[in-house]
């Protein structure tokens, strides 16, 4: 099961997330938090983010987590694509 570790100005978050794989899309889905946790805003269910493959660009669609800066939060552009060397 993958984790993931968020941190950001005054908070640190771990948990486990699962992973929804279609041809086209990712979505990472909350399951639970790991002990080192220190605060506990999602629920079991919930989509922190997704990425949809439109031709060459990932697009990026913010769930519960949001990026730091408010104008980057509507879907768009923010990762790249590489492949595993």
Known sequence: MPKLATTG????????????????????????YLPDNMFEPYKVGDILLSFKKEGSKLITNWGEIQPLIIENGKAGEYFELSSPN
């Open 9 to 32: 100005f005054k908070h640190y978050r771990d948990y486990w997330q699962r992973f929804q794989v279609t041809y086209i899309r990712i979505k990472l889905e909350f399951l639970k």
